[in-house]
């Protein structure tokens, strides 16, 4: 099992949340990919995007439904900071996942995180576990709390 995939595993546990996370035949790099791969819509997926803070270097997660864009003038104001696109390094040091992987728990470095309301229409919502080829069912509001998200109006 990999060292993404056990952080994942590791920070459902600390949370005691009861989930499986699922191993699919094909990738879930994106989020189209994940949605026919679980079998439902695309916006039950939770993408995980990452920006870098332009002030404060720190990694800013936003955990968007898998059919909506994060606006940058929207995202800017919630993070109150300029945002810069993240490449696959600063990715990769702050969180330890790889872009196609990033989970919305279990980062190296605790990122600030902003949840998309449109995912709270869902019962169950499935987000990347650590690895291209593995996600989990979570309830969208465990979401929240387990991520210390703040739940907001980003997207578009």
Sequence with gaps: MSKSLKRVRAALENHSIPT????????????????REANCEVDQIAKSIIFRGAKSAQAILFITAGGRQVSPVTAT???????ERADANFVRSQTGFAIGGVAPIGHLNEPVVFLDETLMKFELVYAAAGTPKHIFAINPQT?????????SVFSS
């Design 143 to 151: 979401l929240a709390q387990i991520s210390n998200a703040q739940v």
């Design 77 to 83: 104001e919630l993070a109150e900071e300029p945002l």
């Design 20 to 35: 499986d996370i699922l191993e699919m035949p094909g990738e879930t790099r994106t989020a189209a990919d994940a949605a």
